[in-house]
């Protein structure tokens, strides 16, 4: 994956900070839904980095947050304050068409739903952001990309005739077509039996280690977090916690710390 990267402040859990090439971050970022008594505070002055060849999973009890974190980075949503950055590019600034088209140019996405259109062939839907850009796709790379997700003899089948987990396969590799900064994946594995959400996860920790790209994945499942490099966690809309390295054990006892803590964010 291609495309320029900025030097961020990365808050980690302790509170310190640490300049770091960043894909994506975001800078004092709050979300406040609602206004007076009915207000919601979803995000609640969050500062954190997500780095450059890395795959970084986001994690937190129900209502932490870290949805509404990750669709504020990704420019899906937009903050009530601070700052969300893709590269040196700060969201804010950006009018509608601006953010469509970064969305495009330089952002992956991967959804729980799989979001394939269901008329277009496993081929089509994988070069179908380009089409829509008006780029022409790198034959080699997407090769690469057909050959890595395992579905070269499948490329003219419709997602109707493909089980789950090749569907969200050809999801992955839509993201990765365009060679994006970053690609967040919002509970990718949510609707997959475990032998394929695991083959998915697999396929996301080939997309950093292997072709050099950026995964930032908000997850519920610990099993699914300890595929990532690291870990952040949010508790009620802050940052709270890093985990390098992590485990499937390490991040389930990690979680349980937070039981009975209460959400007062909102995802």
């Known amino acids: 994956m291609t495309g320029g990267v900025a030097a961020g402040a990365v808050t980690a859990g302790t509170g310190a900070a640490a300049d770091i090439t960043a894909a994506a971050r975001v800078v004092a970022a709050s979300?406040?839904?609602?206004?007076?008594?009915a207000a919601v505070r979803a995000l609640d002055a969050v500062t954190v980095g997500f780095p450059a060849g890395r795959f970084t999973a986001i994690m937190g009890p129900s209502g932490s947050g870290k949805s509404t974190l990750m669709h504020c980075a990704a420019g899906l949503d937009s903050l009530t304050s601070g700052a969300a950055y893709i590269g040196e590019t700060e969201l804010g600034a950006l009018g509608d068409r601006q953010l469509t088209l970064?969305?495009?140019e330089r952002v992956g996405f991967v959804f729980q739903s799989f979001n394939l259109v269901p008329t277009l062939t496993?081929?089509?839907?994988?070069t179908l952001p380009l089409d829509l850009a008006g780029r022409s796709p790198d034959a080699a790379w997407v090769d690469g990309l057909i050959d890595v997700v395992g579905l070269g003899g499948r490329l003219r089948h419709r997602p109707g005739e493909?089980?789950?987990?090749?569907?969200?396969?050809?999801?992955?590799?839509?993201?990765?077509?365009?060679?994006p900064e970053v690609v967040f994946a919002d509970e990718p594995t949510g609707n997959l039996d475990s032998h394929?959400?695991?083959?998915v996860l697999a396929l996301l920790g080939r997309a950093v280690r292997e072709m050099g790209g950026t995964v930032v994945m908000v997850t519920h499942d610990p099993s699914a977090a300890a595929h990532a490099d690291e870990v952040v966690f949010l508790a009620d809309g802050r940052l709270v916690d890093r985990m390098t390295g992590p485990t499937a054990g390490a991040v389930l006892d990690?979680?349980?710390?937070?039981?009975?803590?209460?959400?007062?964010g909102a995802q």
């Open 31 to 37: 979300k406040v839904y609602g206004t007076g008594d």
């Open 102 to 104: 970064l969305r495009r």
């Open 122 to 126: 496993v081929a089509e839907n994988i």
């Open 162 to 179: 493909l089980s789950g987990g090749q569907q969200q396969r050809v999801a992955v590799a839509r993201a990765l077509a365009g060679r």
């Open 196 to 199: 394929s959400g695991g083959e």
């Open 254 to 264: 990690r979680m349980k710390a937070f039981d009975g803590r209460g959400g007062g």
